[in-house]
């Protein structure tokens, strides 16, 4: 794989490495922040990026299944996470041809719909369960320019083991 932005040839990805940032991610959304508009949601920004990087190793199934554990840290509806996250392991599979040859602040842009959509989703359902409209509606958005914010911050930490150094051997082929 070639990073378009540096013109580097990417060594091949470790999945222990993809499974081990997943699972500090995890972590990261386990601490007890609260449910505040600046704290991200780390998981789904993790799992949209080996989605658009890495989508053989972590697909759609595993979208759901973080989804689930999300839902049950959260005592929330089951299912509710799992089915966005999910969507949005879908649509970065989708659009991964398209988000890899753009530059990283264009990247976070095309991102921008995906995170709305994982943000207001649970609101939007508890709004057509319950008839009541939250306030947190909009700190949704807010939560969502973060994990947008925060995309190039990621890119750079989780492709950075990839990455070939700069002072290659040239009598080396690759």
């Known amino acids: 794989m070639i990073d378009f932005q540096s013109g580097y040839i990417l060594r091949p990805v470790n999945p222990v490495f993809i499974f081990f940032s ?5 972590l990261l ?3 007890p922040f609260g449910n505040h508009a600046w704290v991200p949601d ?6 949209v ?3 658009i990087h890495q989508h053989r190793y972590v697909g759609v199934v595993w979208a759901f ?7 049950v840290h959260n005592s929330d509806l089951l299912g509710l996470h799992a089915f966005s996250y999910s969507l949005v ?3 970065a599979i989708a659009w991964h041809r398209r988000i890899v040859s753009l530059q990283i602040v264009t990247q976070a842009l095309h991102l921008l719909p995906i995170f709305i959509l994982v943000s207001a989703f649970p609101v939007l359902v508890h709004w057509l369960l319950t008839g009541e409209l939250y306030w947190w509606g909009l700190s949704a958005i807010v939560q969502a ?3 947008a914010a925060l995309w190039p911050i990621a890119t750079t930490l989780l492709l950075a083991p990839q990455r070939r150094p700069v002072d290659v051997d040239h009598n080396r082929p690759l």
Do not use: V, Y
């Not at 997943?22 to 995890?26: D, E, S």
């Open 22 to 26: 997943l699972f500090c991610a995890l």
């Open 29 to 31: 959304n386990l601490i």
């Open 42 to 47: 780390w998981l789904i920004l993790c799992i």
């Open 49 to 51: 990026f080996w989605n």
């Open 65 to 71: 299944i973080f989804g689930l554990m999300m839902d």
């Open 89 to 91: 392991a879908f649509l």
């Open 145 to 147: 320019i973060i994990e």
